[in-house]
């Protein structure tokens, strides 16, 4: 059975969604690969012990210039926010952890290591990454969760390979807009990352329109209202046929 996912909506500090999106972007991935590439490796119930950088600071705002929509133009001030894709039934304190997590491992502020019991001990100390940083937290080992990163270890090469290939997906994702717009059904194939020779049901295009549409919406960090108008032009000349 398919796995069922939803596109969320997470309210963070200014500084920590400039942070995710930075290792997302030296990683050649986005915000919900890199949590899901914590969560992959790491229990729910170490993830949970993790500390939650929480909602933003009340005057730490942003300015956002709407895209589309009846209000296209118009200057909104909001809440910072991230835009992830991840199975159903997460709440945003811990994909936010794993966020914090994954910011963590990656600058070596904390690292998982082997204990005598079976397992997890997390070690080392975690500044979130707002400047200036705040006092570090410690996040002190649970005798509890001792030992199980032996095998974890041995399942990263298998999870690494799933994020080369969530990588690779991605990047055919995203299609250069095309100069006249979308005329022919060999275009509109183009647009939904389909071989000219495809001949896709109306099912799997509906799918496959709302995986592109979470990452080509305006309001997507990595949207553009160009390639969301094709999209929606595509998805009419292909329901017609």
């Given at each position: 059975m398919a796995e069922v996912k939803e596109s969320y909506t997470l309210s963070?500090?200014?500084?920590?969604?400039?942070?995710?999106l930075a290792l997302a972007e030296q990683r050649?991935?986005?915000a919900g690969d890199l949590a899901r590439s914590v969560?992959?490796?790491v229990p729910p119930e170490v993830i949970e012990l993790y500390p939650d950088p929480g909602e933003p600071?009340?005057?730490d705002r942003e300015m956002v210039n709407l895209h589309s929509g009846p209000s296209m133009g118009k200057v909104l001030?909001?809440?910072p926010r991230l835009q992830v894709r991840l199975p159903s039934g997460m709440s945003s304190p811990f994909i936010r952890k794993s966020l914090n997590l994954a910011l963590a491992l990656a600058g070596g502020m904390m690292s998982l290591q082997v204990g005598d019991k079976d397992g997890v001990v997390l070690g080392g100390t975690m500044a979130p990454p707002p400047p200036p940083p705040p006092e570090p937290v410690r996040c002190e080992p649970d005798p509890e969760l001792a030992g199980q990163v032996s095998r974890l270890t041995s399942e990263i090469a298998i999870h690494t390979e799933e994020l080369d290939r969530l990588r690779t997906v991605l990047s055919v994702l995203s299609f250069d807009p095309l100069p006249?717009?979308?005329q022919t059904e060999g275009e509109a194939l183009f647009v939904f990352g389909y071989p000219p020779t495809a001949d896709?049901?109306?099912r799997e295009l509906r799918a496959r329109f709302r995986l592109l549409a979470t990452v080509h919406h305006p309001d997507s960090p990595y949207g553009s209202h160009q390639r969301m108008s094709q999209l929606n032009a595509a998805m009419d000349l292909l329901r017609q046929r």
């Open positions: 963070c500090s200014s500084a920590f969604r400039d942070a995710v050649r991935v986005n969560m992959l490796v600071a009340d005057d001030r909001r809440k006249s717009g979308v896709p049901d109306s």
